[in-house]
C-alpha cells in the first residue's frame, strides 16, 4: 500500500516540473519572438537612414554646388517620414505639426519611420547643431596643406585643448606624413614607432583616413575629438561635470573644446583644367582646395587674414545659392591683394561630403546612427567611407525645437 500513497507525490512532482519546463519554454519563445522584433525594427531604422541618403543623393545631383540647399534645410532634412502604414508623406502628422512633440506624448503613437540629417553647427548661434551636411573641401586637407597651414591651424586648437605639448603633437603629425625618415624636434619616425608593442611604421605618406592620426606619437581620442566624445558639437552634461563622469578630462568651463577632427578631412580633390586656354589644357585632380562658402572661420583664417575671414562669413549668410556658386562674389569682399594670394587655394564646388544621418521610428526608442563620406562623381554617388556610430549614443535633440536654426537665429 505504501506504493500507492507514493503515486500522488509523483505525480504532482512531475506536474510541477512539466510546469517549470513549459514555462522556461515559453519564456525563452517570447524573448526570441522580442529579439526578432528588435532586429526587425533595426533593419527597418538601418534602411530608413539608407533611404535619407538616396533622398540626399537626388538633391546633389541636381544642386550639388549650392549650399542653400543640403547646407541647413530642416524643412526637407527633420524628422522626413520615409514610411507609414497609417499616413502619407503629404498627410504626414509631423509635417504639419513641424515637431514629433504631440505624436510622442501619445500612449501608442502608429508606426512611422522617419530619418534625420544632422551636422554640427561650428560658426552658428552657440549650443545649436545644423539639418545638412558637410562639404569635405570646407576642412583643411591633411594631405595637400603645407606644414605652416597645418601648424597655423593646429597650435590654436591644441592651445584650447590646454595641451603643453601642442608642437610636439605637430612635429608628430609631419614626420608621420613626410616621406623622410629625417626626425623633427620634438617628432617620431620609425626608431619610435618600431620599438613600440606591437610596433610599427610610420605612414610617410598620405594618410587613408582621419583615424590614423590615433597612429601618431601623442595623439588621442581627446586630442581628435576633445570633449566632443559623441560628436555632435554640442555641449552635453557629461562633457562639462569634470571626473565625475566620461570624459574624465573634461575641464567644466561651460565651454565645448571640439578638438581637431571637425576642421581636418583627407578627403576633398576636384578636378581642374589648367593650361591651353578655350578648354584645350590637361584635366588635373586638385587636393585641398577651401571651399569658400562653407569652411569655418578657423579653417578660413589658415589661407587669409582674420579680418577678411570674418568678412566672408558674414557676407555668405546674405548670399543666395546662385550668388555662391561662382567664385567671383568674394572679391567684392575683401581686397583685391588678399583675393590674389588666395584665389588658387579656394573653390566653390562641393563634391566630396560627410553625411551623419539618423534611422528611427515615433512607435520604437530604438534609433540607428550612421557617417558616409560619399563622393558625387557627375551624377554618380561612390561612397568612400561608411561607419555606423550607434554606440555612440543619440547625440542629437532631434525633438527639442529651441535646437532648429533658421536664417541664422536658434527659433525660441
Not at 519611420?113 to 552657440?126: E, K, M, Q, T
Not at 601618431?216 to 570633449?227: D, I, M, R
Request: proline share 5%; hydrophobic share 40%; glycine share 8%.
Amino acid at each position: 500500500m505504501r506504493w500507492r500513497a507514493m503515486i500522488l507525490p509523483v505525480v504532482l512532482v512531475v506536474i510541477g516540473l512539466l510546469a517549470m519546463v513549459m514555462a522556461g519554454f515559453l519564456f525563452f519563445v517570447r524573448a526570441e519572438v522580442a529579439g526578432a522584433r528588435v532586429q526587425q525594427d533595426v533593419a527597418q531604422a538601418r534602411l530608413a537612414a539608407e533611404s535619407g541618403l538616396q533622398e540626399l543623393i537626388t538633391i546633389l545631383r541636381e544642386h550639388p554646388d549650392d549650399p542653400t540647399a543640403w547646407w541647413n534645410v530642416p524643412d526637407r532634412f527633420r524628422n522626413a517620414l520615409v514610411w507609414s502604414p497609417a499616413f502619407d508623406r503629404e498627410n504626414d502628422p509631423v509635417r504639419k505639426l513641424g515637431s514629433r512633440k504631440e505624436i510622442l506624448q501619445q500612449s501608442n503613437p502608429p508606426a512611422a519611420w522617419r530619418y534625420s540629417i544632422v551636422a554640427p553647427n561650428l560658426d552658428g548661434p552657440a549650443d545649436s547643431f545644423r539639418y545638412g551636411i558637410t562639404p569635405e573641401a570646407g576642412k583643411l586637407n591633411l594631405n595637400a596643406a603645407s606644414d605652416e597651414e597645418i601648424e597655423a591651424l593646429l597650435l590654436p586648437l591644441l592651445g584650447d585643448l590646454g595641451l603643453e605639448n601642442a608642437a610636439e603633437l605637430v612635429a608628430c603629425l609631419l614626420d608621420w606624413r613626410d616621406e623622410d625618415d629625417d626626425v623633427r624636434p620634438g617628432g617620431a619616425e620609425s626608431e619610435y614607432y618600431t620599438r613600440l608593442e606591437p610596433g610599427y611604421y610610420p605612414k610617410n605618406g598620405k594618410l587613408n583616413t582621419l583615424e590614423e592620426l590615433l597612429l601618431v606619437k601623442g595623439w588621442t581620442a581627446a586630442v581628435l575629438y576633445g570633449e566632443d566624445t559623441n560628436r555632435n558639437g554640442l555641449l552635453d552634461q557629461n562633457e562639462n561635470d569634470g571626473d565625475a563622469s566620461f570624459p574624465y578630462y573634461d575641464n567644466r568651463d561651460n565651454k565645448l573644446d571640439l578638438g581637431v577632427a571637425p576642421f581636418l578631412t583627407v578627403w576633398s580633390r576636384e578636378p581642374r583644367r589648367s593650361g591651353g586656354g578655350q578648354g584645350q589644357g590637361q584635366t588635373q585632380v586638385k587636393e585641398g582646395l577651401i571651399n569658400i562658402n562653407t569652411a569655418p572661420l578657423r579653417v578660413l583664417q589658415v589661407i587669409m587674414p582674420a579680418e577678411a575671414a570674418a568678412a566672408i562669413v558674414t557676407a555668405r549668410a546674405e548670399l543666395s545659392g546662385e550668388q555662391l556658386k561662382d567664385v567671383q562674389w568674394v572679391r567684392g569682399v575683401i581686397d583685391p591683394g588678399t583675393y590674389d594670394q588666395i584665389k588658387d587655394k579656394i573653390t566653390t564646388r562641393a563634391l566630396q561630403f560627410h553625411v551623419e544621418i539618423l534611422g528611427y521610428g515615433d512607435h520604437t526608442r530604438l534609433v540607428r546612427r550612421y557617417e558616409w563620406i560619399i563622393e558625387m562623381r557627375g551624377s554618380l554617388a561612390q561612397v568612400l567611407y561608411h561607419r555606423d556610430l550607434t554606440a555612440l549614443g543619440l547625440a542629437w535633440p532631434i525633438d527639442d525645437d529651441t535646437f532648429v536654426v533658421s536664417t541664422g537665429t536658434v527659433e525660441r
